[in-house]
């Protein structure tokens, strides 16, 4: 009658066993932000989850406590149990007197042992990581009252740890980090829309997203080589004929063999001069005061810094404050949503397959940019911007 009362205590010992491998996965696993959202909406359970997450350290550790005593009981009270249970019945099979309490003590291992591994770790961990939120929920009570009763313990075991990984220069933690990398979360996306949960487009908008504030002015600049630049002192009927030419609106104002940008020319400028006059009427009458940028600025303070000041155009220059190149609103928007074009774009498409393999492509183009269209992956160096 003993045994059976203490094998029933092991099937007890399995199932808390198994109520701690979930707690330690289910705590680790579950999404913060789900957590937190549950909790405000008044749910009584994701509180209690969401106060085991500000001590995670502690409910892991207790959690590691609970696995290795309930290991240890199962060990100790189940397989002499088992064994003088199943004693007889191998008596009855044949096995030889002085055999059956090895081969019962075996067999009482090997049951003990696979109970154990499969309903007291294996299905829990396996339920934790498939329904985190919900398994969670239900264990919280349970292992958060656990610790409680053996804080003692877990504070001097976590302390020695603590202890040693300070001497190996490691500051320990209580909590996860809740805050992601660029790089973690571009990881995250693109198995998100590998998984079938984020639509391509999607996927493709918010890389580029997160992309965006590792890129410079210089790296998506128009190099000074393709800027029309006008002199201050051409009429503003120069500025209606390079628009007229090239499809352009405007203009950076530079004197000829100067390396400075003087001002920004638009289009709508010269148009307002009266026509009988836009041949008298120099550039430097109409021109704005330009925007001028290092060309090492990153892209989000540049944005912020075209909207603050409501143009369309920087000017990009180099430690000197010579002309380096220009930065447009339009190019800011395309490094997130992709080529935009319009009615005044020319039709240059800069990367073409002359045959298989074999690609032509504008040496204006960045390493990077080239990886995104065809795939192939150039070498990126600080001495260069373009594949030119």
Known sequence: MIELLLVLVSVALVVACGAFVAAEFSFV????????????DGDRRARGVRAALKSLSTQLSAAQVGITVTNLLIGFLAQPSVASLIDAPLQSLGV????????????????????????????????????????????????RGFTRVIHPLVRATNGIANWILRRFGIEPQEELASARSPDELTSLVRRSAEKGTLEEPTAE????????????????????????????????????EAARSGGFSRFPVISEGSEIVEGIVHVKHAVAVPHDERGEVPIREVMADPVLVPSTIELDPLL??????????????????????????????????GEVRDEHDRDEDPIREIAKGIWAVSGLLRPDEIEDQIGVRLPEDEDYETVA
Not at 29 to 40: C, F, G, H, L, Y
Not at 208 to 234: H, I, N, W, Y
Not at 305 to 331: H, N, P, W, Y
Request: hydrophobic content about 50%; aromatic content about 4%.
């Open 205 to 240: 908008l918010l890389e580029k997203s997160l992309e965006f504030g590792e890129l410079r002015a210089d790296d998506v600049m128009t190099p000074r080589v393709k800027v029309k630049t006008l002199s201050p002192e051409q009429p503003v009927m120069a500025v209606i």
């Open 96 to 143: 030889s007197a002085g055999a059956v309490d090895g081969v019962a003590l075996t067999v009482a291992f090997i049951l003990a042992n696979a109970v154990t591994m499969i309903f007291g770790e294996l299905v829990p961990k396996n339920l934790a990581i498939a329904n985190a939120m919900g398994t969670a929920k239900r264990v919280q009570g349970f292992q």
């Open 29 to 40: 696993t579950v999404d913060r932000s789900s957590v937190d959202r549950e909790a405000e």
């Open 304 to 337: 912020a810094e075209l909207r603050k000041v409501g143009l369309q155009v920087a000017i990009v220059v180099d430690e000197f404050g010579s002309f380096d190149g220009i930065v447009t609103l339009e190019d800011l928007i395309e490094e997130i949503v």
